[in-house]
Every structure is written in C-alpha cells, then in structure tokens.
C-alpha cells in the first residue's frame, strides 16, 4: 500500500513564525501536491513538484514556499506564518492518475 | 480552466437506504478523468471510484456506482445500501491525463448516514 505521512496532525503556532510543514511518501512517485482544505471551499491546490527541486506554483502559491530536495520528501513553507493561514493542509502524491493524500495538519495561527 | 461544481453542501440518508450526490463541471477538453474521493471524519482521503471520460460505460465499484452524462457534464455518485461507514466528505475531482497529474476538487458534499 501506498504511504504518505506528513509531520504533524496538529500544530499551533504565533503570527511570525516560520513554519514548516513535512510530508514523505514511500513510493517512489514523482508529483507530489499540497493542498489547503477549508469549509465550504474544498481542496485548493498550493505548489506542486513533479521531479526533486522542481516545482510550480498552484491556485494560492502567496505566503508560501516549498522544497523538494528528495524524491520522497516535498516540505511546505510558511515563511511568516498569518492568521489567515489556519486551515487543514493535505500532501498528496499522484500515480497513474490517481492521488494519494497523507492525512492531514491541521495548522492554527494565533 | 476547469471547474467542479457540487450543489449539495450536505445530505443524509437512513442506513440501508439509496443516496446520490451531484457533480457538475465545466471544461473545453474532450479526454479527462473524473473522481469521487471520500474524507472520513480525522481519517485520510481515499479514491471513490473514477471514470474515464472515453469510456461510455459508467464505472461501479460494490456499492458505488457513478452516472455520467458527458454531454450534460454531470458526474453524480450513487451509494448502495449506505452503511454508517460512509459518513464522510465526499469531493468530486477532475482531470486531465498526462502531465503533472494536476486535480481539481469540488467544494465537498457532506454525507451523514442515520442508523
């Protein structure tokens, strides 16, 4: 079975900080995709990377940064983390068309 | 661009009973995919079932079955004999093969299944 985990479940940080968000998957794929998850909104998608230090911008790239440094490991940056960025993120790779999501961080800013 | 409509923000249904949830989308292209993916209450998302749009033949996976109506551009997901097991938020998603595999989602339909 495919794995993806990402770092945390829940997080809580200040207004400022530098966050980092962590997900590695354990199948050699290729795509991988972080999205943002809110109510009423669904899935939006932030950056994608289809290949190590490769990236491209999503739908909502603004406030944050991304790094793909091993294929297996794609990280989500929040380089001076708002309020507005409280919300649920979802990593995915992707395989043959189809998507493999981790589950979930779900990330509050104070 | 694509979009991907779901109308239906929540539902429910008695257990055992029949439920469908709707999709719409809108896109120029003629070869794509579409999904339902499920989120279960704090689990992980997984794939539903999905359906290549060559392909006339509605997919059906157990108690999944999609209608999809390419000229109208629907795309509804029909439940079976709902088991409680099912609650969950339900996403509709589109996209085209090849390249880097890009999705769209829908806004979600929350299902809520009633013993």
């Known amino acids: 079975d495919v794995k993806v985990t990402q770092s945390s479940r829940y997080l809580v940080k200040r207004t400022g900080e530098k966050v980092f968000l962590e997900c590695v998957q354990d199948?050699?794929?290729?795509?991988m995709f972080w999205y943002r998850q809110d109510p009423g909104l669904g899935l939006r998608l932030i950056y994608f990377?289809?290949?190590?230090?490769?990236?491209e911008k999503g739908d909502i790239p603004e406030g944050y940064s991304v790094s793909r440094e091993k294929k297996e490991r794609f990280s989500l940056i929040l380089e001076s983390a708002s309020t507005n960025q409280t919300s649920m993120y979802l990593c995915?790779?992707?395989?043959?068309?189809?998507?493999?999501f981790g589950p979930g961080t779900r990330l509050t800013v104070l | 661009a694509q979009t991907v409509t779901q109308s239906q923000p929540e539902m429910s249904v008695q257990e055992a009973e029949t439920v469908t949830l709707s999709c719409t989308y809108d896109?120029?292209?003629?070869?794509?995919?579409l999904f339902w993916y499920k989120q279960p209450p704090s689990r992980q998302m997984i794939l539903v079932i999905r359906?290549?749009?060559?392909?006339?033949q509605n997919a059906t996976e157990n108690r999944f079955s999609v209608n999809f109506q390419k000229a109208a551009k629907s795309f509804s997901l029909k439940i079976s004999d709902s088991q409680l097991g099912d609650t969950a938020m339900y996403f509709c998603?589109?996209?085209?093969?090849?390249?880097?595999?890009?999705?769209?989602f829908g806004t979600g339909t929350k299902l809520q299944v009633i013993p």
């Open positions: 995915a790779s992707s395989f043959r068309d189809s998507q493999y």
């Open positions: 199948m050699d794929h290729e795509n």
């Open positions: 896109t120029s292209e003629n070869n794509y995919y």
């Open positions: 359906q290549e749009a060559y392909k006339q």
């Open positions: 998603a589109f996209m085209i093969p090849g390249g880097y595999q890009k999705v769209t």
């Open positions: 990377s289809y290949d190590v230090k490769m990236k």
